[in-house]
């Protein structure tokens, strides 16, 4: 490499640096004081992203600390942590020096996506990322040697690396990625970058600790409801409470002489809201605040209304989409000796975010910051600048701490629109807008509600020879994301779980197989909630397979077995939870087993579930065996902690999550009547991770999809009784 | 002009006396460990101690306290991280998202106050804060450990007194 190479190299890089922009960066853990600082230069700096940076994804420092970017949002999944593991592991640093922090996502787009995807959600987080991140950490490995190398004047070849110290084997001579980091800022990066062989991993499938626990023991940690900056302003919202209704006017004389009240506005064309001095204060303004509403069309919706709409579909032939088929459904069906048929139902349910919506923005008519939560920078960005009316250059996202995201804060930015609208009307002024728990409870983009009618058939030999699935029900695709959806019409993402092929391909060889789905979509915003589709569809199929079983007589663990000879992965999933459980062992004195596996977000998942019900009907969750082969395991402890908290999520939905709709709006309004589990019902969970390698699953989502059928499997087995309405809080499990 | 003692400091504050504690040690006093997530005293996210209790901050009128009585938030619960909690939760990687973990803890610490060694039934009756990412599992494992880390360190001191 000849020195004009390089200085061409710097030059390219200087300039890319400069063109970055103006703003924060706000790294992962800002303590408050920090950010009043970062607010009080008043955006002027230039971007903090950290140097010097060996390439996008690598900083390293001269004390050998080593900055890892993460284009990807840390939500309590676990990502930030795995995908440092990711880079550390080929970039071989010292691992106990290894920081991180975000780019923007105007960055990015400056930098012509050099990070890539921000999107955080299809528990994509590591597998859709493995690849580049690891070339990343490799390619800096190559540039930091090649450094040493240049300033020894020896061949690189004769170099090796460990822990960030480099030793020049022939001479023994060390030095360390920190002395030469601002020498291999001036490299050109290697044509080609190896990637270790997994057998050779060092730091991938090791149980690190997280990188990010610290400041989340004392309250240091910033959340976006935590963020400030001098003179911000607090908002309060509310919106009409009826889907797609509008704001028709409000009497702000009412409120306006309130204690620290500056301003009421409209904001877009369906809600209002109160500028206080501090929250408290808009909302307390807000609740006193006269509004009067038009609310449109939907105004008499109900949930009984929304039933009538989808029994329709469970036997219509109209705006029907097949997602699977193979064989003679009909014919197989005609011919049995004995049809099985049953018909389920999945509510709305709302992600219920601990942290509720919020964004801070400040507007001018040259530039617009938000500082928020999201699942996803760059879609913040493009609703941060729709909404400033200003073109995406001028635009920033500066992406804080999400307290809880599960899909609700990926594909919708409402909330950052908002808060934008509502700056927009105070020039230069920062205001932070945050939903109280009521308005996020009632402005959802909520689980869709299907049902499902599904009709097997047994032969003489009590096989299936049959399987009719006719789901029923709304489309997410056709409300959130129409440029998915297929050539025809049909939502693939309807389909998870009953795929023939893929990420989310069916467990069972039928021979004779129809899978449907008659889209029909009520005017309540549907959206990807933790889990989507798979969520109803692995109960869908898993209890009504254990419905078959029981009709054919046989054990389930067998009945499933049988039709998995072509699903190996899967087979050895369920497997390993059945031994493990004891299945076929006899079980604690009144204790149930049940059992449910599926492969969705490419990875292979299985429960067995064991629980009790009193003679009052009380259930009683007592132990959930899961595995899981996710092809890889980057960090099998936080794995552990995903599919512990998969069971949260999923037996709080199966337990208690719904969302009615009376008068076209959602009738929960808090934790009081759309409660989630607690810890006095939270199961021992015993986590079996068994990666078979060769491919790359998610985590954060799969899990879930296994815990509610498990469950009711095994309350069948307890009770006699198949639950096919949900959530159980409804039911009486036993009769009085 | 109310008078109150926030971890250990005399603070005044000029606030009408219906403002919930919640929203005084978070927007007036820049305390913001301590969280909003239901408003009604039911998540448990915005747990302090009043007088070594804990108490859901979002249901407690800033004009129900005096001057006399000792607030604790998650910011004053320990100097360094080394609460027994705070070393436990560390070494299980017990937060996910991490919003509900100054409350939770805030929560056990209450608890192990009451009770140094508690039960399984102890800790399902006193620590009853939503947590939607899940971590009950390692929360309670978290407790348990931190009474561990409690004896050794109180089996430490009792060593040096006797040396």
Redesign the interface.
Do not use: H, M
């Given at each position: 490499m000849t020195k004009e190479r390089i200085n061409v190299s710097r030059r390219e890089f200087l300039v890319k640096s400069t063109a970055l922009g103006t703003g924060f960066s706000l790294g992962l853990s800002l303590p408050l004081a920090s950010s009043a600082a970062l607010g009080a230069d008043d955006g002027a700096s230039a971007s903090a992203l950290s140097e010097p940076e060996v390439n996008a994804w690598v900083v390293v420092q001269q004390d050998d600390t080593v900055i890892i970017r993460i284009a990807r949002s840390e939500m309590g999944q676990g990502t930030l942590t795995g995908l440092a593991q990711l880079v550390a592991e080929e970039l071989e640093c010292d691992w106990s020096k290894v920081t991180t922090e975000y780019p923007t996502p105007g960055q990015n787009l400056a930098r012509d996506k050099v990070w890539r995807s921000f999107s955080t959600g299809g528990s994509q987080g590591i597998r859709g990322s493995h690849d580049y991140v690891r070339k990343g950490g490799a390619v800096a490995r190559h540039m930091l040697i090649e450094a040493a190398a240049e300033q020894w004047d020896v061949d690189m070849g004769e170099c090796t690396v460990a822990d960030s110290i480099i030793t020049h084997e022939p001479s023994g001579r060390t030095t360390s990625y920190g002395q030469v980091a601002a020498l291999a800022a001036e490299m050109f990066p290697p044509e080609h970058a190896e990637l270790k062989d997994p057998k050779d991993w060092k730091l991938i499938g090791q149980p690190v600790k997280r990188l990010d626990t610290d400041d989340k023991l004392n309250g240091k940690q910033v959340f976006g409801f935590d963020f400030t900056m001098p003179d911000m302003l607090n908002a309060a919202i509310k919106a009409c409470p009826v889907f797609g209704g509008k704001l028709k006017s409000f009497d702000d004389r009412k409120v306006s002489k309130m204690p620290g009240v500056h301003k009421v506005v409209a904001v877009n064309d369906d809600a209002v809201a109160v500028v206080a001095d501090t929250w408290w204060q808009a909302n307390t303004a807000l609740k006193a605040l006269p509004i009067t509403w038009d609310e449109g069309p939907n105004a008499k919706l109900s949930s009984a209304a929304i039933d009538e709409m989808l029994d329709e579909g469970l036997s219509s032939s109209d705006n029907v989409f097949v997602g699977n088929q193979n064989g003679d459904v009909d014919k197989a069906l005609k011919t049995a000796a004995n049809k099985v048929e049953a018909t389920y139902r999945y509510p709305y349910q709302n992600h219920a975010t601990m942290e509720p919506m919020n964004a801070t923005a400040r507007w001018t008519k040259d530039k617009c910051e938000v500082w928020c939560p999201t699942q996803n920078g760059e879609a913040a960005l493009e609703a941060a600048a729709e909404a400033a009316g200003l073109p995406i250059e001028q635009c920033d996202v500066y992406k804080i701490h999400l307290g809880g995201g599960f899909g609700r804060r990926g594909a919708f930015h409402d909330y950052v629109k908002q808060a934008v609208a509502i700056a927009k009307q105070l020039p230069g002024t920062p205001v932070k807008l945050l939903w109280s728990r009521e308005e996020d409870m009632a402005h959802g983009h909520y689980h869709p509600i299907t049902k499902c009618k599904l009709t097997g058939a047994l032969d003489d030999e009590s096989n299936l020879t049959g399987l009719h699935v006719r789901i029923s029900g709304q489309s997410i695709l056709a409300s959130v994301r129409p440029e998915w959806m297929a050539s025809n019409g049909a939502d693939p993402v309807t389909f998870q779980g009953f795929q023939a092929d893929g990420d989310h391909a069916i467990s069972y060889t039928v021979p004779n197989l129809l899978v449907d789905h008659a889209m029909r979509n009520p005017p309540v915003p549907p959206g990807f909630w933790r889990g989507v589709n798979i969520n109803q569809n692995a109960i869908y199929i898993e209890c009504f397979i254990d419905e078959l079983a029981h009709a054919a007589g046989k054990d389930p663990l067998e009945f499933r077995r049988k039709l998995m000879a072509d699903h190996p992965k899967s087979l050895a999933v369920l497997d390993a939870v059945a031994e493990k459980a004891g299945w076929g062992k006899p079980a604690a004195e009144g204790v149930h087993r049940g059992l449910a596996v599926v492969k969705t977000f490419a990875s292979y998942v299985a429960a067995c579930a064991e629980v009790s019900v009193n003679a009052d009907g009380k259930l009683n969750i007592h132990r959930i065996v899961a595995a899981t082969d996710p092809g890889y395991a980057v960090n099998p402890q936080q794995i552990e902690a995903q599919v512990e908290g998969s069971f949260v999520f999923g037996l709080s939905a199966l337990l208690y999550g719904e969302c009615t709709i009376e008068d076209g709006a959602v009738v929960e309004s808090n934790f009081h009547d759309y409660p989630s589990m607690l810890i006095e019902e939270m199961p021992k969970v015993d986590v079996i991770v068994m990666p078979s390698g060769g491919f790359w699953g998610g985590i954060g989502e799969p899990t879930i999809a296994v815990a509610a059928p498990a469950v009711l499997n095994a309350v069948f087995a307890a009770t006699g009784k198949r639950i096919r309405q949900f959530p159980l809080a409804n039911i009486k499990l036993r009769e009085a | 002009m109310i008078k109150l003692k926030i971890n250990g400091k005399p603070v005044a504050i000029d606030v009408?006396g219906s403002?919930?504690l919640l929203?005084v040690l978070?927007?007036?006093l820049?305390?913001?460990?301590?969280?909003?997530?239901?408003?009604?005293g039911?998540?448990g996210?915005c747990t302090v101690h009043i007088d070594g209790e804990a108490a859901r901050s979002c249901m407690v009128p800033l004009s129900s306290l005096d001057a006399s009585q000792e607030v604790t938030?998650?910011?004053g619960?320990?100097a360094d991280?080394n609460h027994p909690l705070?070393q436990a939760?560390?070494q299980l990687?017990?937060?996910?998202?991490?919003?509900?973990?100054?409350g939770m803890?805030m929560s056990a610490a209450a608890l192990l106050k009451d009770k140094p060694d508690p039960s399984d039934t102890d800790?399902?009756?006193s620590?009853?804060?939503?947590?939607?990412?899940?971590?009950?599992?390692?929360?309670?494992s978290g407790i348990h450990l931190a009474v561990q880390i409690s004896k050794g360190a109180k089996d430490q001191n009792n060593g040096e007194d006797a040396s």
């Open positions: - | 009408d403002t919930p929203w978070r927007e007036q820049g305390l913001t460990g301590t969280k909003y997530s239901c408003g009604i039911l998540c996210s938030t998650i910011e619960l320990s991280n705070q939760w560390k990687d017990v937060p996910q998202c991490g919003y509900c973990q100054p803890i800790i399902d009756a620590v009853t804060n939503i947590c939607r990412c899940g971590t009950f599992n390692r929360v309670r």
